[in-house]
């Protein structure tokens, strides 16, 4: 089945830097790719929806200045959590539709965030 | 009204019995719909899709799907505590947009 790679698993970072995490389709193109947040014991909410070559399409309350994506090639899409807060500490995940046609969504493994 | 909606759990069921996760949905025009599954720490991961009213089997899973009363349940039989985890209802609407539940955490007792 499609495979979606997410990297780093882990990271730690100091208040105020910016943290880029990256999403690759490994073999498959995806035009699309969904970025997911998910806070201790909450379920997935959608952050944004990465489109290649296009701006990415937002969920309501979701700054698009602090979360920046950059969809630039049909296999990768990254999230730029820039000058990171402790609330931003989160568990990131992405995910793409399986090109199969069964339109299920493939989920990276995830990305822990903490903020120092 | 939420959307998707699931009882939080835990659900305990004890090992090598019958579990029902049970998954309403808010959206009559919803299209598709999945059970996922995630163990703590892990991002989740597909068990299931059911399109079609009825049921549908995969090994020790059970879909059961009933758009008239907006209801999807998964059913997992010979619970093994392996399978303790959070269930994710997922909806899909308007062909694009999947909405997720909040999750029933399952725990199967040795």
């Known amino acids: 089945g499609a495979v979606v790679s997410q990297h780093p698993s882990w990271v730690i970072c100091k208040s105020g830097t910016s943290v880029k995490i990256e999403c690759r389709s490994l073999?498959?193109?995806?035009?699309?790719m969904f970025w997911y947040r998910q806070f201790p014991k909450q379920s997935l909410m959608l952050m944004a929806t990465?489109?290649?070559?296009?701006?990415?399409?937002?969920e309501q309350g979701v700054e698009k200045d602090k979360f920046l994506i950059n969809h630039a090639s049909l296999t990768l899409s990254t999230l730029t959590v820039t000058s990171a807060h402790p609330e931003d500490s989160s568990f990131y995940i992405c995910?793409?539709?399986?090109?199969?046609?069964?339109?299920?969504?493939?989920f990276g493994a995830g990305s822990r965030l903490t903020v120092l | 009204q939420k959307e998707v909606e699931q009882n939080s759990g835990p659900l305990s069921v004890p090992e090598g019995a019958i579990a029902s996760l049970n998954c309403t949905y808010s959206d009559r025009g919803s299209q598709s719909f999945f059970w996922y599954r995630q163990y703590s720490g892990k991002s989740p991961e597909l068990i299931m899709f059911?399109?079609?009213?009825g049921d549908k089997e995969d090994g020790r899973f059970t879909a059961q799907l009933n758009k008239a009363s907006q209801y999807v349940s998964l059913l997992i039989r010979d619970s093994q505590p392996s399978d303790s985890a959070t269930y994710l209802c997922a909806v899909v609407r308007n062909g694009q947009n999947f909405v997720f539940g909040p999750g029933t955490r399952l725990s199967v007792l040795p």
């Open positions: 059911i399109y079609s009213n």
């Open positions: 073999d498959f193109q995806a035009t699309t």
């Open positions: 995910s793409a539709r399986d090109p199969s046609g069964a339109n299920v969504l493939t």
């Open positions: 990465s489109n290649e070559g296009s701006k990415a399409t937002y």
